[in-house]
């Protein structure tokens, strides 16, 4: 009897902990009673308020069973403090807000200038928060960011989300960034960031419609500048992010065409090496491509082959050159030199090792192989 | 004589089936007695009366007996209460007043259905041979498949007045002795009014409060003869064609009969296939609870979506329709079972359309749930054995899930782990191998992969007992 009754005690106790320690904080929530945040834009006003613009997804009640689907709707909340943000987002919302499926955050131009700090701890530090959010800036009007022109997608979230997590990684044009990189990059090396930009066609025929336009410097939680899409080849080349995609060069035949190659497997090297307060940097780039594309006529002999490589490494090189020496000039370190001298020589640290730093540059570009072969006779 | 006629008269009196019937010889009375609905009347024309009548100086010794009557067994009765005993069990009984003996024979014919195809445990390519309500129907077909002298078979009359005959199986030397005295004492222990099938014998072998059947059961006599070679002990009780095994593992619920003919490596595949179905309609229905209720965070984005999307219009909490979801399928399971073959058939179809379509479109339950209680459906009828026990254990896991989350679910398959480890059969450790032995090399290489028969034919030694 007795053993019984202390068994159920205890049974009854253990049920009693969860509650009270564990399940406090997430109580429970059927999902349609829900409003998810897929995605926040945050803007600065003239009068400095934060503007904030939350997509929710809603699910609509409705009485026969396949008219039931989701509604986007935007909700504009501006304000001085961002804490208050969310909880005036929860007064114009019929169900409770959920940050934990928010998918992008984007930050206008103006708004990062002005310093993402601003705003950015409530994503840092808020409960519900992912920190695989991905950041972007945002460089399009407000109004196309409410009214996209992408009649398929629903959600702008979704979208934007595939945009800047996966299409970075086949166009070279942009970095996938989320919460947690950007954390930690803020705090190491140089402070900078790197962060794709989304900007809006103004064009009568695509107006709305999203595209990446290159790539915004972000130092500590300030924006200091700005790669366009050219530009953003060889920065990745150089941070030896991922690059694909087609790269163009002199057509050797004919001056006034070109020839596409495309990008297949790249190999980067680096080596530092520190003498004399000179940081000398090696960086052996070795890339892979295929003939994609001929504009004009070319006849694909080993001398034009080689005429096409030896070109397309000495372009590559010397764009390089050019993007490391005009922000060596400006005096902030983008490309990651800082934390890798910090790493390899953590006793003389010294700060601003861009100033000091020469750059040795060796690019092989390899053709392997023409798609277009396969049609030759 | 110690028997007297007018004594049984007395008592069986009054029964229709009861036939008395005098044979005069020679001055002297001969009386026999016989039910005739469980006696061959037939037999008993042609091999007793006839050649008893036909005795020309009549039967004036004891010995004289044995000549005089063409039986093949027969043996002396020495009291009433053995003459009834042989009376109700079919054997009829010759009262010789003048020598003061009596004797009973076998004639007995029990009804019974032929040995049919097994209807619980088909075979796709083994035998098909399926036990029926007739003990020593049952016992020969065990004896056919074992020519074995060690095999020992130990009667015992079960219930005190229904005094059913009940076997015990085993083979000498192969058996752990404590396991058939243990066995062998509590038959001997119960004190059942009437036992009328094994579930009487299962109950007082393993008289524990769970859902999971420690003593196992089968209605194939060749997996009989496996577990009786690997070294366990079985009871048939007459009037139920299932026999009783003991003792029984958890892992025996995965196996199946079709895992001694065919391919091993396709069967361990099975077994695999089988488990993770044991656990994915254990867990799935909670898992689903806790994550949609409490944890929608960690559901990929497009998904959880589409699920709130699905969900919008269901005037019930999520664990109130997945509930509801459970005892549709519930009642639709049992239905199915009550009913004749056939109609049974079309209820199955009027279920699914209920739990498809129907529950849907009336704003019952969402798509999302229709799936996972079909799945859970699916998977449960995967191990029959364990259908009770899962459906029970699944409400349970999905009613933690909706008051704790994540934390109550897994708190849920600590509980029916911690169960499962408590429980024993006839004393040995339920989920053996597991936590008792190092190796599956300990169960013969039979647990989730079934090794190669010729180890799998050999006894093995349990261990674990208390």
Redesign the interface.
């Known amino acids: 009897m007795i053993k019984a009754l202390r068994r159920i005690v205890l049974v009854t106790l253990m049920l009693a902990v969860l509650p009270v320690l564990l399940a406090s904080c997430l109580g429970y929530r059927d999902l349609d009673h829900i409003a998810f945040v897929t995605s926040i834009l945050i803007d600065q006003d003239e009068e400095e308020n934060l503007v904030f613009y939350f997509e929710t997804l809603n699910s609509i009640r409705n009485s026969s069973k396949e008219a039931n689907q989701e509604e986007r709707i935007v909700y504009k909340i501006a304000t001085q403090n961002p804490g208050d943000a969310i909880n005036r987002l929860e007064t114009h919302t019929s169900a409770p807000v959920t940050l934990a499926h928010n998918k992008v955050i984007l930050f206008t131009e103006r708004f990062a200038a002005g310093g993402l700090d601003q705003a950015f701890d409530i994503f840092d530090r808020w409960q519900e928060s992912s920190t695989r959010t991905l950041l972007g800036v945002y460089v399009g009007e407000t109004e196309d960011f409410i009214k996209p022109n992408h009649e398929e997608e629903v959600m702008t979230g979704l979208y934007l989300y595939d945009m800047l997590g996966n299409k970075a990684s086949v166009t070279s044009y942009g970095v996938k960034l989320n919460i947690k990189e950007f954390m930690n990059q803020k705090i190491i090396g140089d402070h900078v960031n790197s962060m794709s930009i989304m900007n809006v066609s103004k064009d009568k025929d695509t107006k709305g419609q999203y595209f990446l336009d290159g790539l915004a410097l972000i130092k500590e939680y300030r924006m200091v500048g700005r790669l366009s899409s050219e530009k953003s080849i060889y920065f990745n080349f150089l941070l030896d992010n991922e690059v694909s995609g087609n790269i163009n060069t002199q057509n050797p035949e004919d001056r006034t065409k070109t020839v596409s190659l495309l990008l297949q497997n790249n190999r980067y090297k680096s080596r530092l090496d520190y003498k004399d307060g000179i940081l000398k940097m090696e960086i052996i780039l070795k890339l892979n491509t295929d003939v994609s594309l001929i504009q004009g006529k070319l006849k694909l002999n080993e001398e034009n082959i080689a005429k096409l490589e030896a070109s397309m490494a000495a372009k590559i090189r010397a764009d390089c050159l050019a993007l490391f020496q005009r922000w060596k000039d400006k005096g902030t370190d983008i490309f990651d030199i800082q934390e890798k001298f910090d790493r390899k020589y953590p006793k003389p640290a010294g700060r601003n090792i861009i100033g000091s730093t020469e750059l040795d540059l060796k690019v092989t570009v390899d053709i392997n192989g023409t798609t277009t072969l396969r049609d030759v006779e | 004589m110690t028997v007297q006629a007018s004594e049984l008269s007395s008592i069986l009196s009054g029964c229709f089936d009861f036939i008395k019937r005098d044979i005069v010889m020679n001055d002297a009375v001969i009386t026999l007695f016989y039910i005739e609905t469980i006696c061959d009347s037939t037999y008993i024309s042609q091999y007793i009366i006839e050649p008893l009548s036909q005795a020309s100086g009549g039967v004036t010794s004891r010995e004289e007996v044995g000549k005089a009557i063409y039986a093949a067994k027969f043996g002396e009765v020495r009291d009433a209460d053995e003459a009834l005993e042989h009376l109700l069990a079919g054997d009829p009984v010759l009262i010789f007043e003048q020598l003061q003996y009596a004797v009973y024979f076998d004639a007995r014919k029990l009804e019974s259905r032929p040995v049919e195809k097994s209807q619980f445990e088909a075979s796709l390519v083994g035998s098909n041979e399926s036990f029926n309500e007739l003990l020593v129907n049952n016992v020969s077909l065990i004896r056919k498949r074992m020519a074995t002298q060690t095999l020992k078979i130990e009667s015992h009359n079960l219930g005190k007045q229904s005094k059913t005959q009940a076997v015990l199986l085993y083979i000498e030397g192969t058996a752990p002795e404590d396991l058939v005295a243990t066995v062998r004492q509590k038959l001997e222990a119960m004190d059942n009014e009437f036992v009328l099938g094994a579930q009487y014998v299962a109950e007082a072998l393993s008289p524990g409060k769970t859902l999971f059947d420690t003593i196992g059961y089968t209605e194939k006599p060749d997996a009989i003869v496996a577990k009786l070679f690997e070294g366990r002990i079985s009871v048939i009780v007459n009037g139920t064609p299932f026999a009783l095994t003991a003792p029984c593992f958890f892992f025996e619920n995965l196996q199946s009969p079709d895992d001694y003919a065919t391919n091993r490596l396709f069967v361990t595949l099975l077994r695999c296939v089988r488990f993770g179905s044991v656990l994915v309609s254990l867990l799935l229905p909670g898992f689903y609870v806790a994550l ?6 960690l559901i990929p ?2 998904f ?2 589409k ?8 005037p019930f ?3 109130v329709e997945v509930v509801l979801m459970f005892l549709f399928f519930e009642l639709s399971r049992e239905a199915g079972r009550r009913l004749p073959h056939q109609i049974g058939q079309a209820l199955s179809i009027v279920g699914a359309l209920i739990l498809g379509d129907a529950a ?2 009336a ?1 019952l339950a969402s798509q999302a749930t229709v799936v996972v209680t079909g799945i859970y459906a699916i998977t449960s009828f995967i191990n029959p054995r364990l259908t009770s026990a899962i459906s029970v254990w699944a409400v349970f896991s999905i009613i933690m899930s ?4 994540l ?2 679910f897994y ?1 849920g398959f600590i509980l029916l782990v911690a169960h499962l480890g408590s429980l024993r059969s006839c004393d040995y450790p339920y989920l053996f191998p597991l936590g008792t032995e190092k190796s599956f090399r300990a169960a013969n290489l039979d647990v989730l992969v079934r090794g190669p028969l010729s180890k799998v034919s050999k006894p093995f030694l349990y261990r674990g007992r208390k």
């Open positions: 949609t209720t409490h944890h929608f965070s984005s497009a959880v979506f699920l709130a999307v699905s969900r919008s219009g269901v909490p999520t664990v849907v479109g704003g909706a008051c704790f989350g934390h109550g708190l």
